[in-house]
């Protein structure tokens, strides 16, 4: 099992281009979590996303950024129009479905996360 | 939405001795409390999770404690050792859309443990 795999590692993108970043998730995970995380601060939660389905994205903004999850292939964040403001580490995360632990309570599995993808946009 | 405070940013310790790090939540729907190790630019990783059917874990010379109706729970790394130096983050799930469940992690900001030899 190779692991959560991002492509590609650094990315480099003028004004107004666009940026997309790959995410192949762990062999038998279906849950997909994309997470950005700006110089000496925490991740930051963008979007949640199941096979075909994004579940949460209430951490993405509204516009010019999307993710999806194709039936097959890897996750895709696309950010259109990037801007200086974007340049940041984009971290992948993936897990199995969440487990019946306690009766009654569905709680996470441990996500893997990927090796990141660094955005410089100059 | 969930809020997670992790104190503190920084923290400096002699080779051998034990490091706490300390996080708060706002949630108390959340369920799950994992900590992470990142070392400079590389991935994070999971070094030890609870739930909240249990109020204490261990795993050799790391810990954690939860206290559900304090909503705080906190890392505790023993002897420690120079490998330990990194970054490390603290994480609850948030429950998402009511009935629903999101399962992402809010993250604390992060304590940079440096380990003096």
């Known amino acids: 099992n190779a692991g959560v795999m991002q492509n590609p590692r650094h990315l480099v993108r003028r004004r107004g281009q666009e940026a997309r970043l790959r995410c192949s998730p762990m062999?038998?995970?279906?849950?997909v979590y994309w997470y950005r995380q700006l110089p000496e601060e925490g991740l930051k939660f963008m979007v949640y996303l199941q096979k075909e389905n994004i579940i949460d994205e209430s951490g993405m903004p509204k516009e010019r950024f999307s993710a999806e999850f194709p039936k097959e292939g890897p996750s895709i964040l696309r950010i259109q129009q990037v801007v200086r403001g974007d340049s940041a580490a984009y971290f992948c995360?993936?897990?199995?479905?969440?487990?019946?632990?306690?009766?009654?309570?569905?709680?996470?599995?441990?996500?893997?996360f990927g090796q990141g993808t660094r955005l410089t946009v100059v | 939405g969930e809020n997670v405070e992790q104190h503190p940013s920084t923290l400096s310790v002699q080779e051998g001795d034990s490091a706490v790090i300390k996080c708060t939540y706002s949630d108390s729907a959340s369920n799950y409390f994992p900590w992470y190790k990142q070392e400079l630019g590389k991935r994070p990783q999971l070094i030890i999770d609870?739930?909240?059917?249990?109020g204490e874990k261990k795993d050799q010379r790391i810990a954690v404690t939860l206290n559900k109706t304090a909503k705080h729970f906190s890392l505790h790394i023993t002897e420690t050792q120079p490998e330990d130096s990194a970054v490390y983050f603290c994480?609850?799930?948030?429950?998402?859309?009511?009935?629903?469940?999101?399962?992402?992690?809010?993250f604390g900001k992060g304590t940079k443990l440096s380990v003096i030899p």
């Open positions: 609870i739930r909240s059917n249990v």
């Open positions: 062999k038998g995970h279906s849950h």
């Open positions: 995360a993936s897990s199995l479905d969440p487990q019946t632990l306690v009766p009654g309570v569905r709680m996470n599995t441990e996500a893997f």
């Open positions: 994480a609850a799930s948030i429950k998402g859309y009511s009935g629903a469940g999101s399962y992402q992690l809010t």
